[in-house]
């Protein structure tokens, strides 16, 4: 069988052209994808290519999508033709060091999965296993696909011990940014919300319902302005670094109280270093986390967060696509001009 579907070759070369579909092996699920989404790691690894998710050229190409089965291998259970499901983009081993410990976020083995952007995508068969799910009948495709990058927000939410009535920033609002902030609404919080593009900042008021709003367009030194809005300008109880640079890491020590929590969520370039003042650490009690991908428990918790309507991601959504114009909405959500494009085929 013969499908169209988006190759990686190269950074910032990307074909939409035939290739052939294999038949499933056993374990196997090949998933008709009905819908997917751009994701800041494909802008990545499209710009400059993934050490992790690219191992070999031509290779798929996409990861957050959701579709309907189209054929099983042998000796899978549990699913048939025509069932609705979402994938995640890995699936941990379950026997390694960390998996014994619960940290299967971390496995050594961690099985990924690519090639979402496509008519066609097969599941592998850990995958088919541990992280394929049934969409409940009343959750939309577009809907579905957001259950793996909202994975790992439920994730770090998790791991952040915020107390309903703390006042958390969240400083970058791309997708990762607004649903960490949304999760942090529904946890009770107060929330700032700091960025630069208009599409974001509207939707940091209409998605995420932050209480407060900062354009750092208009404020390029916002501490002053973002301590005067919390209790007695003593600074953050929570701080989440959306962004992934060493700069705004560093700057993050400055925002928070004694005794706050700095949350590192956004992943820098490898090799790079920060530099930060040890006295707020130990004197100041400052708190320091970082919280990395998901586990099979947070990809479920997503899907529910959003089939129960608590997180409506589709208002993410700036615009619909056809798969083959992959590399225009790639473009266009590395310029700004999206918060997360849906493609179609």
């Known amino acids: ?34 819908a997917a989404l751009t994701c800041g790691t494909d802008v990545k690894t499209y710009r400059r290519g993934h050490p992790l998710l690219i191992k070999k050229t031509p290779s798929g190409f996409g990861h957050e999508f959701s579709g309907t089965i189209f054929k099983l291998g042998e000796n899978v259970t549990g699913f048939k033709p025509q069932d609705r499901v979402v994938a995640a983009n890995s699936a941990p081993c379950g026997e390694c060091f960390f998996c014994e410990r619960n940290e299967e976020n971390l496995c050594e083995n961690l099985d990924l999965l690519n090639g979402a952007y496509a008519q066609y995508i097969t599941i592998p068969r850990r995958i088919v296993e541990k992280n394929l799910i049934k969409i409940p009948d009343h959750v939309s495709f577009e809907r579905a696909a957001f259950s793996e990058p909202l994975a790992n927000v439920v994730h770090g939410i998790a791991r952040t011990p915020i107390r309903e009535g703390d006042t958390v920033g969240i400083v970058g609002i791309g997708p990762i940014g607004l ?8 946890k009770g919080a107060k929330v700032i919300a700091m960025g630069r593009n208009p599409l974001k900042l509207k939707a940091a008021e209409e998605f995420a319902k932050a209480d407060e709003i900062i354009d750092l367009k208009k404020y390029p030194n916002p501490k002053e302005i973002i301590l005067s809005m919390t209790p007695a300008k003593r600074g953050l109880d929570v701080a989440v670094e959306c962004v992934g640079l060493p700069e705004i890491w560093e700057a993050m020590f400055g ?8 949350h590192l969520f956004g992943g820098c370039s490898s ?34 967060l959003i089939s129960t309507g608590k997180v409506e991601v589709e208002k993410l959504i700036t615009k619909k696509m056809q798969m083959k114009y992959a590399k225009k909405a790639l473009e266009m959500h590395k310029n700004g001009e999206a918060i997360k494009i849906l493609l179609e085929n």
């Open 179 to 186: 649903m960490f902030a949304r999760l942090a609404k529904l």
């Open 255 to 262: 925002l928070v109280r004694r005794g706050g929590i700095v």
């Open 1 to 34: 069988m013969k499908m169209k579907a988006v190759r990686y070759y190269a950074p910032l070369d990307i074909r939409y052209e035939e290739v052939t579909v294999n038949e499933p092996a056993e374990g196997e699920v090949i998933v008709k994808v009905e």
């Open 271 to 304: 090799g790079t270093t920060v530099n930060i003042d040890t006295r707020r650490i130990h004197y100041d009690e400052v708190n320091v986390i970082s919280v990395f991908h998901h586990t099979p428990k947070y990809f479920r918790e997503a899907l529910d």
